[in-house]
């Protein structure tokens, strides 16, 4: 299975080379970074995102994403902001320990 990096890159008729020449690392980096030898860092990827004009995303999401997690997201963006910031509360305080939420316990003090 071709890597992220490699499908975006092919899908736009980019070389390995071009890239390489257009991120500044030379071409065996790319090389690496397609068969996960080696991990670019996050300011390389923003870097190759804007080359090859996709979303950082788009290089880095899992092949094995959850598809109920994928509708969740495309949910959550058609919301306006007020009712996101509201989705991201509930999952926050869904997500925290049993026992945890809203604990009157003081953080200072213990008691």
Same mark, same amino acid.
């Given at each position: =299975?071709?890597?992220?990096?490699? #499908?975006?890159?092919? *899908?736009?008729? @980019?070389? #390995? !080379?071009?890239?390489?020449?257009? %991120?500044?690392?030379?071409?065996?980096? %790319?090389?690496?970074?397609?068969?996960?030898?080696?991990?670019?860092?996050? &300011?390389?990827?923003?870097? %190759?995102?804007?080359?090859? #004009?996709?979303?950082?995303?788009?290089? %880095?999401? &899992?092949?094995? !994403?959850?598809?109920?997690? !994928?509708? =969740?997201?495309?949910?959550?963006?058609?919301?306006?902001?007020?009712?996101?910031?509201? =989705?991201?509360?509930?999952? *926050?305080?869904?997500? !925290?320990?049993?026992?945890?939420?809203?604990?009157? @316990?003081?953080?200072?003090?213990?008691?």
């Amino acid at each position: =299975m071709d890597s992220k990096l490699r #499908q975006m890159r092919k *899908a736009r008729g @980019v070389s #390995q !080379e071009d890239l390489a020449d257009a %991120i500044g690392v030379k071409k065996a980096a %790319i090389s690496k970074y397609e068969l996960k030898k080696a991990h670019p860092t996050i &300011d390389r990827l923003k870097q %190759i995102a804007d080359f090859l #004009q996709c979303r950082l995303s788009d290089l %880095i999401e &899992d092949d094995n !994403e959850d598809p109920k997690a !994928e509708r =969740m997201l495309a949910l959550f963006r058609e919301l306006p902001p007020e009712q996101q910031d509201a =989705m991201l509360r509930l999952a *926050a305080s869904m997500a !925290e320990p049993a026992g945890t939420a809203g604990n009157p @316990v003081s953080k200072k003090t213990g008691t």
